[in-house]
């Protein structure tokens, strides 16, 4: 005998978001009845991916190389559009300002344009660390952009003093400040170039709003906007033992084994990374995973909570989930205003959060009925 678990509620979300399935041209179809004895070991039989972002080894190579096409592709087709044969880009050592120089490069490489072209400015501020401040400037080099240093905190002390804001107070005026500066710098300085300026956010970021409004949020193409941050990582890993040499190989590993974080809040006494993102927003890979649950099947937050508590059985405990779950629901409701204007990017995946794309939301949707069946 042969018993399997079968996911109705995922079929039938996958059948009505993809146009692949053709509704039958006869109007009358045939039923045949049939008894069967209800059949309940008490077991859950069926394994879910709890990276469902992320491909499996033996198809790695042809799904990394097919979304590492799709972005270069979509940025090409904007600058061949747009007739624009220069960038800005601002290169912070983190995960996702690497993928997109990457992307970048590869780009650039395609249309036959100097890699010289590519300004990439990084922008050390009050939270900047060595270790990313290095390899930032490091990682531009060993591909040949254009390296440019424009420190922000001058600019935004007196920016604050202006605003009568205390420098001392480290709350969101102090963080979203730096971030508007160095998008101010990015976008004057590819007016100045007769550039573009090229985002950085993930669909992870998105998703959860962990951007500044009109900050790192805003940018003239953004190459990353349907990738989730557990594909980035994956898809720069994959880069640099594929496709780099040893020099930029090297920096690239050590940018993959820094802590998730945007490094505006001064570093510890050490020097090191003091704000992690992971510690205020929760993993990465849960929200990645909820993400993926919501959107591609239309799963219900009790489902969702039910189907990860087996998919991380081994790595988070139920409370854990629960919680994490909450944040999500309630950061994805809140931050749909930014979601409402984010740029343009191309849509690698089957899951997207453009409001010109896959997902239509209203800014002031309310959360409560979601949270109110996790209660229960």
């Known amino acids: 005998m042969i018993i399997s678990d079968i996911d109705v509620v995922a079929l039938r979300g996958d059948r009505l978001k993809n146009s692949n399935f053709i509704p039958p041209q006869e ?5 045949i009845e049939c008894a069967l004895e209800a059949v309940s070991t008490g077991k859950w039989y069926r394994k879910f991916n709890p990276y469902p972002f992320i491909p ?9 190389s097919e979304v590492f096409n799709i972005q270069t592709a979509g940025l090409a087709k904007r600058l061949q559009h747009t007739g624009i044969k220069t960038v800005t880009m601002g290169i912070s050592g983190g995960l996702d300002s690497t993928l997109a120089l990457l992307v970048t490069t590869k780009t650039f490489d395609f249309l036959g344009l100097p890699r010289e072209n590519i300004i990439g400015i990084t922008m050390p501020g009050f939270g900047t660390t060595g270790r990313t401040y290095n390899n930032a400037v490091e990682l531009m ?11 922000i905190v001058n600019a935004v002390t007196q920016h604050l003093k202006d605003i009568e804001q205390d420098i001392n107070l480290h709350d ?7 971030a508007r500066e160095r998008t101010q710098i990015l976008m004057d300085y590819a007016n100045k170039i007769n550039g573009l300026v090229v985002g950085t956010g993930n669909l992870s970021e998105l998703a959860l709003g962990w951007a500044t409004y009109n900050g790192d949020h805003m940018s003239m193409y953004g190459v990353n906007a349907s990738v989730p941050k557990t594909l980035v990582k994956t898809l720069v890993r994959w880069i640099a033992d594929t496709q780099m040499g040893d020099q930029p190989r090297k920096i690239l590993h050590d940018i993959l084994d820094t802590p998730f974080s945007p490094e505006l809040l001064p570093a510890d006494k050490e020097g090191k990374i003091a704000q992690k993102t992971e510690h205020f927003i929760g993993p990465y890979e849960l929200h990645d995973f909820f993400l993926h649950r919501m959107l591609r099947y239309g799963d219900s ?4 909570c039910f189907i990860a508590q087996q998919a991380f059985v081994n790595q988070y405990s139920p409370e854990e989930i ?4 909450k944040v999500f629901y309630k950061r ?6 930014k979601r409402s204007c984010m ?3 191309p849509k690698v995946g089957s899951v997207n959060l453009s409001p010109r794309g896959d997902w239509r939301m209203p800014s002031d949707a309310v959360v409560n009925v979601w949270l109110k069946e996790l209660e229960n």
């Open 141 to 151: 080099k060993s591909v040949g952009v254009t390296v440019k240093e424009i420190p």
């Open 322 to 325: 629960l919680k994490w779950l």
């Open 343 to 345: 740029p343009d990017g």
């Open 301 to 304: 937050p009790k489902r969702i």
């Open 27 to 31: 109007e009358s179809v045939s039923e």
């Open 172 to 178: 969101i005026t102090y963080e979203n400040a730096q």
């Open 332 to 337: 994805f409701f809140a931050q749909q205003f």
């Open 56 to 64: 499996s080894p033996e198809k790695e190579d042809e799904y990394l």
